[in-house]
């Protein structure tokens, strides 16, 4: 079965500060991994993915993904938070064989305090 | 994303009432979704569809049914609507080009309240 952790619901952070959401999965065989943000009153934005090759996925907005394999995670980083940055993060995978579904986790809330 | 559009935005129902969302998208993408997004649950998939004579069940498909009416279209129907189908919708669309690694993009969704 594929299924995704993301272990805190809540993340604050200050502003400037480099921010992490982190993200665990489970999945036969290797993964391909998403992270979706979501803002009040809006549908879900791609932000990245990774399919292969650098373990290292740059993103939209700055932001940024590291693939684990041995730690089975693909967490979620900035160097630099912005307020703008406020949001509700999801992480998502997909094996590479079997149904096409995206498995979503449930969600982390980052507030980045001013 | 624009290009996903989602009619209503927002819907108030009784129990028992029929109710259509609808899903139009000019991405030209083959393949289009319904998701519900609850609370401390994250995303579940609802129904999908490859092309316009494929339809297939997602995690949640009871209480539920699709019609894919044209490439550009999607609806997700609720026969006959309970209070615990209420929650935000989502439709989102693939361009299928990729197989696995198709990254879905999404409407900006319909919240939806069974009273």
């Known amino acids: ?114 | 994303d624009a290009d996903v559009t989602q009619t209503p935005r927002n819907r108030i129902t009784k129990t028992g009432k029929r109710i259509m969302l609808e899903c139009s998208q000019t991405k030209g993408h083959d393949r289009m979704y319904w998701y519900r997004q609850d609370p401390g649950l994250g995303l579940r998939l609802i129904y999908y569809s490859f092309d316009v004579k494929d339809i297939n069940k997602g995690e949640i498909s009871d209480g539920y049914s699709v019609s894919r009416q044209a490439q550009a279209k999607f609806s997700l129907s609720l026969e006959s609507a309970i209070p615990n189908q209420t929650a935000l919708y989502f439709c989102a669309t693939s361009d299928g080009a990729g197989g696995h690694t198709d990254t879905q993009y999404f409407g900006p969704g319909t919240r939806l309240t069974v009273l």
Not at chain 1, 23 to 42: A, D, E, I, K, M
Not at chain 1, 86 to 98: D, E, K
């Open chain 1, 1 to 114: 079965a594929q299924s995704v952790a993301q272990p805190e619901d809540q993340v604050n952070v200050a502003e400037g500060n480099p921010l992490t959401v982190k993200c665990t999965y489970s999945v036969s065989g290797n993964p391909y991994l998403f992270w979706y943000v979501q803002y009040p009153n809006r549908g879900l934005q791609f932000l990245l993915k990774y399919i292969t090759g650098d373990n290292l996925v740059k993103g939209s907005y700055g932001f940024e993904a590291e693939f684990n394999k041995s730690q089975t995670s693909f967490h979620l980083k900035k160097p630099s938070a912005l307020v703008s940055d406020s949001a509700l993060y999801f992480c998502a995978v997909r094996g590479r064989t079997g149904a096409n579904n995206l498995f979503f986790g449930t969600g982390t809330r980052l507030t980045v305090i001013p």
